[in-house]
């Protein structure tokens, strides 16, 4: 299976949306979690950290102004 590469712009917008559901003020209740979003919030706090360790490694390799 090939998985297309996400630029810094979409792995903000999957960071922030998965953010809200996790943490926000609106976050989805553990108790309906995993049917709303097909995974229990563990594995979507896993794919975060992972999306803001890229992020962080991104920003670190932008050349600066």
Known sequence: ???EKLDTEELLII???LNEV???????????FETRI????AAAKRVLRRIQEALDKAEMEMPER
């Open 22 to 32: 996790c943490h926000g003020p609106g976050a989805i209740p553990d108790w309906e």
């Open 15 to 17: 960071n922030n949306a």
């Open 1 to 3: 299976m090939e998985v």
């Open 38 to 41: 097909g995974v229990d919030r």
